[in-house]
């Protein structure tokens, strides 16, 4: 099955400060890669995705690249803002068997941005 | 839209007790899945249906884990004899699963139910 390296927290930064997650994982063949994002109090949602190689999914100023050739999904965004603060999930699907649904979730990176 | 929402929000019970555990899906999603959220595991998956076919029962932990889908829509996770060790956020997605050359949909989550066994 499928495994993922997320980079371990906590993370802190002072606003407008430059923001990478790094994220690697192992699978067969074409995994869909996946960021979800967990405010404090809320459930997980939908950060950005890509499907295939070399996309690039983006939303609300950050970026990450399907990059196959390297195995990685790397979150990275220009300059934070505090609203930001919250924990970030990398999640490839586990598509061994056939199957391209079930999410193999990283461990989280707590992320705290300071004014 | 309405979300997948999830119900009780909070579970107290006692050792060996059994809970139920209810997931409302988004609408027109015909794909659900069930996960848990634990401190020491991290987020596992644990159960996936589609449709009518048979459901994808090979993260469930152990044999007093089972869950149903009724109607292709409400699906409940029912855990017996709890233990302690069940102790974690039990969480529900939706999907369309529009089976797009292959590629994942989006898995959208409810808020969770936080089960605590005493």
């Known amino acids: 099955g499928n495994s993922v390296t997320q980079m371990e927290g906590p993370v802190t930064l002072s606003e407008e400060a430059f923001l990478t997650i790094n994220c690697t994982y192992t699978?067969?063949?074409?995994?869909?890669l996946f960021w979800y994002v967990q405010y404090p109090g809320e459930g997980l949602q939908l950060l950005l995705k890509a499907t295939k190689a070399d996309d690039k999914g983006s939303n609300k100023g950050f970026e990450a690249t399907y990059r196959k050739e390297t195995t990685s999904f790397h979150l990275e965004k220009g300059s934070v803002q505090v609203s930001d603060s919250a924990v970030y999930f990398c999640?490839?699907?586990?598509?061994?068997?056939?199957?391209?649904?079930?999410?193999?979730f990283g461990k989280g990176t707590l992320l705290t941005v300071n004014p | 839209g309405a979300g997948v929402s999830q119900s009780p929000s909070n579970k107290v019970t006692e050792k060996g007790k059994d809970v139920e555990l209810r997931c409302d899906p988004i609408?027109?999603?015909?794909?659900l899945y069930w996960y848990r959220q634990s401190l020491g595991q991290g987020l596992e998956f644990l159960i996936y249906?589609?449709?009518?076919?048979?459901?994808?029962k090979s993260g469930l932990p152990s044999d007093r884990f089972s869950a149903e889908r009724t109607g292709g829509s409400v699906s409940t996770l029912t855990i017996q004899r709890t233990q302690q060790e069940d102790s974690a956020v039990y969480l529900c997605?939706?999907?369309?699963?529009?089976?797009?050359?292959?590629?994942?949909?989006?898995?959208?989550f409810g808020p969770g139910t936080r089960l605590t066994v005493l």
């Open positions: 249906f589609q449709g009518n076919s048979a459901p994808d």
């Open positions: 999640a490839p699907t586990n598509n061994s068997g056939g199957s391209n649904y079930k999410l193999t």
């Open positions: 609408s027109g999603h015909t794909a």
């Open positions: 997605a939706s999907s369309l699963n529009r089976r797009d050359r292959g590629r994942a949909d989006t898995q959208y």
């Open positions: 699978a067969t063949g074409y995994p869909s």
